[in-house]
């Protein structure tokens, strides 16, 4: 079996920041893609930053300059660094990742459980 579990979310004031982690475990054998989107109320879930095995990097344009995404390949892990936080920010952030796994030997897109982000005075 293969998870993505999450942290560090939780409740910042508008212009602060916050670090979320998020770490692949299981029967891996390699990790390629690896991203954070996002779904606040009422909206469809989006895709914020993405970064591949090599570390090419995709940011959607709302969080251009503010966000940066970064993995460490021997962790099995990505992060999403996000500063000057807006309220429009508010979101549950999702990892996801594409993941050979080695018993599989077959690429599956995995999806972290999620975790809260409030931006808010």
């Known amino acids: 079996q293969v998870q993505l579990v999450e942290s560090g979310g939780g409740l910042v004031q508008p212009g602060g920041s916050l670090r979320l982690s998020c770490a692949a475990s299981?029967?891996?054998?390699?990790?390629?893609?690896m991203g954070w989107y996002r779904q606040a109320p009422g909206k469809q879930r989006e895709l914020v930053a993405d970064?591949?095995?090599?570390?090419?990097?995709n940011y959607a344009d709302s969080v251009k300059g503010r966000f940066t995404v970064s993995r460490d390949n021997a962790k099995n892990a990505v992060y999403l660094q996000m500063n000057s936080l807006k309220p429009e920010d508010t979101a549950v952030y999702y990892c996801?990742?594409?993941?050979?796994?080695?018993?599989?030997?077959?690429?599956?897109?995995?999806w972290g459980q999620g975790t809260r982000v409030t931006v808010s005075s």
């Open positions: 970064i591949t095995r090599g570390g090419e990097t």
């Open positions: 299981g029967s891996i054998f390699r990790v390629d893609t």
């Open positions: 996801n990742a594409d993941i050979v796994g080695s018993r599989t030997w077959r690429p599956y897109n995995y």
